[in-house]
């Protein structure tokens, strides 16, 4: 089965933002990304728009030609912006204003009652909910009770380990993995995923989708992004 990837834009954003200016154009660079193989764009709207922006959303929802993947907090702004515009799909995820990247998956278990509505108000607008989640299984049980049909698995403590402890929360992920198909969710993961820790993750067989951004656009400032793309597709497809 092929393994989809998703391209996320925020930090051409970021670039953008630092000096106040009208480039990079984040929307140029979802096109971009686009025509090099990638089969969805991700975009993050902050509460406090430290990147993306509202307009950018509303180019992305106009322009695009492939899916767009609204990343967005439990809030009732982020769930009107979100019934205003459908996207293809809304992650949830958890926000905190000081910290610098997302830090860890939502608390689907804690949140239940908070979750609720919000998934079943943008089921009932065709928008297919994803919860950006740790790998455990009370976090899985806990998405299989709110009825999402996605989890997307937070693969940043991977990404910071090395040796047997990168391999122990491999493990730790492809059980996830495994556990979430078994109850009929669709898996998708990511963060901080790169060319060089990609392999083992994409070879998870029942991940189907994997989001990925700062690395892209990190190796774009010296090959490109459309290049940059393409390398990350052929890395994910060679481990499938």
Known sequence: ??????????????????RGTAYPDPVRAALIAADAGADGITAHLREDRRHIT??????LAAELTIPLNLEMAATDEMLAIALRHRPHAACIVPEKREERTTEGGIDAAGLHNRLAPMVRELGAARVRVSLFIEPDPRQIEAAI?????????????????????????LRRL???????????????AGHGLTVANVAPVAAIPQVRELNIGH?????????GLGEAVRAMRAVMDAAR
């Open 1 to 18: 089965m092929t393994l989809r990837l998703g391209v996320n834009i925020d930090h051409v954003a970021t670039v953008r933002n630092a």
């Open 54 to 59: 509202d307009d950018d959303i509303a180019r």
């Open 145 to 169: 009770r709110l009825a999402v049909p996605v989890v997307e698995l937070h693969t940043g403590r991977y990404a910071e380990l090395t040796g047997e402890e990168q391999a122990t929360e």
């Open 174 to 188: 492809a059980d996830a993995a495994a556990l979430a198909a078994k109850n009929g969710l669709e898996v998708h």
């Open 215 to 223: 690395a892209l656009i990190a190796d774009a400032l010296f090959i």
